[in-house]
């Protein structure tokens, strides 16, 4: 369930990050904003894509015991 709930975190991280990126009219947003925004979309996707070989390695690992 832990893994879950980072997932759901994470995807809402990537999908706030996103939205502001793409505000365009709204209000000038400095570059250090979009820099640290891009910057937090990787970090995110790293996180996303180490829960989701963390648990298959964890599921080998379990394999292997039984």
């Given at each position: 369930?832990?893994?879950?709930?980072?997932?759901m975190?994470?995807?809402?991280?990537?999908?706030?990050?996103?939205?502001?990126l793409m505000?365009?009219?709204?209000r000038?947003?400095?570059?250090?904003?979009y820099?640290?925004?891009v910057?937090t979309?990787?970090?995110t996707?790293?996180?996303?894509?180490?829960?989701?070989?963390?648990?298959?390695?964890?599921s080998?690992i379990?394999?292997?015991?039984g």
């Amino acid at each position: 369930m832990i893994p879950e709930i980072g997932l759901m975190v994470g995807f809402y991280i990537i999908t706030r990050m996103v939205s502001l990126l793409m505000r365009k009219g709204e209000r000038k947003e400095n570059i250090v904003v979009y820099v640290l925004a891009v910057i937090t979309i990787l970090i995110t996707a790293f996180v996303i894509y180490d829960l989701f070989t963390g648990g298959a390695e964890a599921s080998n690992i379990l394999q292997g015991i039984g």
